[in-house]
C-alpha cells in the first residue's frame, strides 16, 4: 500500500499518456476539478446525465456513447490508461464488465491498457448486497472479487473507508498498486473569501436519505433564528413541498429550488456553515458528501455524519460529526454548537491540500502505468 505524497508525479520524460474514463453518470462539477495532469490526454465517456448537468460546461474531450460505443472506443484506439467505475458501484457493473473486457482483449503488454479506478464506495459488502437472497451472497462476492483481479490493475481510494471496505472483502487485484488519496479539493481558485454570514447551507436532493426533514424539525427547536442566523436550503426532490411549507411558516428559512454551478458558488461564499445530515437508507449511506468536498473549498465550518468518508479528517479539524442515526435533539445540539464555535474561513482553507485528490490520485496513476506496463 502507497501512502502517496504530495511530490508524486507523472512520467516527466515520456510522450501524454492516452487516458480514457469511463463514466455511467456525469454531473457538472465533474468538469470543474482543474489541472488534469500534464501527464495525459484525456477523453471523457459517459452513458447518462444527472439532473443538475449544465451542458454549456460541457468541455470538447467530452463525449456521450453507448456501451457498445465505449467498447468500440476502447478496441478501436490506443489508450494507455483505461479508467472505469469502481467495482463495487453496483448499478455500474455492466458497464464495468463489458469495457473491462474489452481493455483485456488488447494483445501485447504495449497494447493493453492499464486499468485503474478511483473508489470511493464505503458501505460494507452485506449493506449493499442487502436484495441478494442469503444463499446466493457467497457467490455475488466471489464474482465481485473475480471481477475485481481480472479487469482492475490497480485501485486508489478517494477514502480510508472505503480502502477498508475493499480489504474486508479482498476485492482488489492480486498484488495489485493501491493508494489512498482523499477525495478533497483545493482552496477554490475562482472564488474570493469574502466575510462569512450567519448562514448554514444544506445542498442536496430533497429527500429523507439526506437528512433534510430531521434538520427541518431540529431547527425549529434551536432558536438560531432569533439569533440572526437563517437556513438556506438549496435542491429539488419528493420533499420540495415540505421544505416550501417550513419556508413559508419560519422567516428564518430560506428555500431556493434548484442553482445552477454560478450560484451555488456564491451560496457556498456566504455561508458560515454547510449542514448534510444525511442518513442510512436500506443498503445507501454517504460516501463522501459533494457539498461536503465544495463546502471546505470555500472556506465554511462542517456538520456531517459519521457515514461520510471525511469524517474522521472533520473531526481532527474543528468540525462537526454526528451520529449516522442521530436524533432531532443531537442534530438541534449540534446545530447550535457549530454556530458557536465555527472556524474561521481562512483556517478551514489552510487544512486543505494545495492540489485536488483526484488530481494527484491521477498523477499517480501515470507514474504507477508506465511502470506496471514496461
Same mark, same amino acid.
Not at 448537468?53 to 460541457?58: G, M, S, V
Not at 481562512?346 to 487544512?351: N, P
Given at each position: 500500500m502507497d501512502e502517496a505524497g504530495p511530490e508524486e508525479s507523472g512520467p516527466a520524460a515520456t510522450d501524454r499518456l492516452r487516458l480514457l474514463r469511463v463514466i455511467p453518470e456525469v454531473r457538472t462539477s465533474n468538469f470543474e476539478v482543474d489541472g488534469t495532469p500534464r501527464a495525459y490526454a484525456e477523453t471523457i465517456s459517459y452513458i447518462h446525465r444527472k439532473s443538475d448537468? +449544465? *451542458? *454549456?460546461? !460541457?468541455p470538447s474531450n467530452v463525449i456521450q456513447l453507448s456501451h457498445l460505443g465505449i467498447v468500440r472506443k476502447i478496441l478501436s484506439e490506443h489508450w494507455d490508461i483505461v479508467e472505469l467505475p469502481e467495482p463495487l458501484w453496483l448499478r455500474a457493473l455492466p458497464l464495468s464488465v463489458v469495457a473491462g473486457v474489452a481493455a483485456r482483449l488488447k494483445v501485447g503488454r504495449q497494447s493493453r491498457p492499464w486499468v485503474t479506478t478511483y473508489t470511493i464506495e464505503n458501505s460494507p459488502f452485506e449493506a449493499l448486497a442487502s436484495g441478494v437472497l442469503q444463499r446466493v451472497k457467497p457467490l455475488a462476492r466471489a464474482a465481485i472479487r473475480c471481477i475485481s483481479r481480472t479487469f482492475y490493475d490497480q485501485l486508489?481510494?478517494?477514502s480510508d473507508a472505503s480502502r477498508l471496505v475493499y480489504a474486508?472483502?479482498?476485492f482488489g487485484p492480486d498484488g495489485g498498486v493501491e493508494a489512498v488519496f482523499p477525495k478533497m479539493q483545493k482552496p477554490c481558485d475562482g472564488c474570493a473569501l469574502a466575510e462569512k454570514e450567519k448562514r448554514i447551507l444544506f445542498l442536496g436532493v430533497l429527500e429523507n436519505r439526506k437528512g433534510v426533514l430531521s434538520l427541518l424539525r431540529a431547527w425549529a427547536t434551536t432558536g438560531l433564528g432569533e439569533e440572526g442566523w437563517r437556513l438556506a436550503i438549496a435542491g429539488s426532490g419528493p420533499l420540495k413541498t415540505a421544505v416550501e411549507a417550513s419556508a413559508r411558516d419560519h422567516e428564518s428559512i430560506e428555500y431556493m429550488?434548484? !442553482?445552477d454551478r454560478a450560484s451555488t458558488h456564491r451560496e457556498l461564499g456566504r455561508a458560515a456553515v454547510v449542514c448534510l445530515p444525511s442518513r442510512r437508507d436500506g443498503r445507501w449511506r454517504e460516501q463522501i458528501g459533494l457539498p461536503v468536498v465544495e463546502g471546505l473549498s470555500h472556506g465554511c465550518t462542517i456538520l456531517a455524519t459519521s457515514d461520510s468518508g471525511l469524517a474522521p479528517w472533520l473531526k481532527q479539524h474543528g468540525h462537526q460529526v454526528v451520529p449516522h442515526d442521530s436524533t432531532v435533539e443531537q442534530l438541534a445540539n449540534s446545530l447550535i454548537s457549530v454556530c458557536k464555535t465555527r472556524r474561521v474561513p *481562512?483556517?478551514? !482553507?489552510? +487544512?486543505l491540500p494545495r492540489e485536488d485528490g483526484v488530481i494527484r490520485a491521477r498523477r499517480y496513476m501515470a507514474r504507477t502505468a508506465v511502470e506496471g506496463r514496461c
Open positions: 448537468f +449544465d *451542458a *454549456a460546461a !460541457l486508489i481510494y478517494g474486508k472483502n479482498g429550488g434548484m !442553482l *481562512a483556517q478551514v !482553507l489552510e +487544512d
